[in-house]
């Protein structure tokens, strides 16, 4: 997540899906919150046309 709003994350429209990289389903230690995988589920349900890519670690 960008650390400052930069106020469209629109790009080039050169692939017409989200590419993740660094994808891991792991929950590191002290990190209280959900995993990637959940975040990606919650993006799919909002924009269930969407396509993403996840590259492992």
């Known amino acids: 997540m960008p650390i400052v709003d ?3 994350l629109d790009a080039l429209n050169l692939v017409t899906l989200q590419i993740n990289p ?3 389903n792991a929950l590191p230690q002290g ?3 959900e995993t990637r ?3 990606l589920r919650e ?3 909002v924009d ?3 396509e993403v890519i ?3 670690a």
């Open 31 to 33: 990190h209280q919150i």
């Open 48 to 50: 269930p046309q969407l």
């Open 6 to 8: 930069p106020g469209v």
């Open 43 to 45: 993006l799919l349900a």
């Open 22 to 24: 660094h994808f891991t």
């Open 54 to 56: 996840g590259l492992p």
């Open 37 to 39: 995988e959940q975040r």
